[in-house]
């Protein structure tokens, strides 16, 4: 199997082609304002080509060319398990599809079917902690870390007994399926429909936006945002057309999610960032498989100055607000050079038992000052 170190412009190559698919156009002919390139720090991303004006749409992708999971009331198993068996099914089909007609041997090409550009982007090796051994998890340190990756490893072994002979069908195994549901539900893949999508009509669901899931995280400074354009005036009709043809009622009602630019704008050259969510740092560790800490640059838990939250004494205090420790300044890709580094994690660890002795110890001080 081809993967990004070894083959970095088939990679490259692969993914710029992957903005024309997703949002519809002929790159020969037209330019978008971006392009993908690899950043020596942040992985494979988003880069402005152009100045960007504020409020300018950047990348507009069609609902069509959305890769969305069932609705929440409709799942059977977890989403990101329901994601990844689609995946795998897509990707199969897709390979089946660029072998016909051909004497080469493209077992692992994907070239073929509607999803093939898009699937053939997507890492090769995409690490989330759902991978960690229990000696590793155990590293962590944190409960609530410890015990979010063992449930989730707990579900997904559950999903898989589940799904396994769906599986065999398209000989997929175990490790099939762990790269499915990590390549499918972390980082830039999975953007959460929100309440305001949720109001134009469509159910709560788990998206991938192709071409917009190249974007970094910024939980301070993104420069970019997403949203759902729905055009209620081109879908006189559409419940008629809904009765007989879903996929084409769809397309015709003229609904995109598009990458917008912030209100300054994005200078040529600058990465295009979005915020992946005011998140505390067990999300950003389980389902993107990173952290980035700002404790070293001399930022501080939110709220760590009071020690009002709740009312069960110090270690409540405490445990709160440890779990609201925010993290993240453009987060890395999630792609294969930069995902879930050790050193990353064991920093993590470090960061969030320092700050914890920190807050105990300014707890005790505070305590130790009423009580005289």
């Not at 041997?105 to 960690?132: M, Q, Y």
Request: proline letters at 4%; a negative charge; aromatic letters at 8%.
């Amino acid at each position: 199997m081809r993967d990004y170190e070894n083959n970095g412009m088939y990679r490259h190559s692969t993914a710029s082609a992957l903005l024309g698919w997703a949002t519809g156009k002929d790159l020969r002919y037209e330019q978008l304002p971006v392009e993908v390139q690899q950043h020596p720090q942040y992985g494979r991303c988003l880069v402005a080509v152009q100045a960007i004006a504020a409020d300018e749409v950047v990348l507009s992708v069609p609902t069509d060319r959305v890769f969305a999971s069932q609705a929440a009331e409709d799942l059977e198993v977890h989403w990101a398990a329901e994601m990844g068996l689609r995946l795998l099914q897509e990707r199969h089909a897709c390979r089946n599809s660029s072998s016909k007609g051909s004497t080469n041997d493209r077992s692992h090409s994907c070239s073929g079917g509607f999803w093939g550009a898009w699937i053939e982007s997507l890492p090769r090796h995409a690490v989330t902690p759902v991978e960690f051994t229990a000696a590793e998890v155990q590293q962590l340190v944190v409960p609530s870390a410890v015990q979010a990756i063992l449930n989730m490893q707990a579900c997904l072994e559950d999903c898989y007994a589940e799904l396994e002979p769906q599986l065999q069908q398209i000989d997929c195994g175990w490790r099939d399926f762990l790269w499915a549901v990590q390549a499918d539900s972390s980082g830039r893949a999975a953007y959460r429909l929100s309440a305001a999508v949720r109001y134009e009509g469509l159910p709560s669901s788990h998206v991938s936006l192709p071409g917009i899931d190249m974007c970094n995280h910024s939980s301070t400074a993104p420069n970019a945002a997403v949203r759902l354009l729905h055009s209620p005036g081109a879908c006189q009709g559409l419940a008629a057309l809904e009765e007989v043809a879903p996929a084409a009622a769809q397309a015709a009602c003229g609904s995109y999610f598009q990458l917008l630019a912030g209100p300054e704008g994005i200078p040529a050259g600058q990465q295009v960032c979005i915020s992946y969510g005011n998140w505390p740092a067990e999300p950003f560790l389980l389902l993107f498989g990173f952290v980035v800490c700002e404790l070293e640059h001399g930022s501080t838990a939110a709220g760590s100055s009071s020690s009002s939250r709740g009312s069960g004494g110090g270690a409540a205090v405490v445990q709160q607000q440890v779990s609201d420790v925010a993290v993240g300044d453009e987060g890395g890709s999630w792609y294969e050079g930069s995902a879930a580094h050790a050193a990353l994690i064991q920093q993590y660890c470090r960061s969030k038992v320092a700050l914890a002795r920190r807050l105990a110890a300014q707890y005790s001080s505070s305590a130790a000052s009423a009580a005289a």
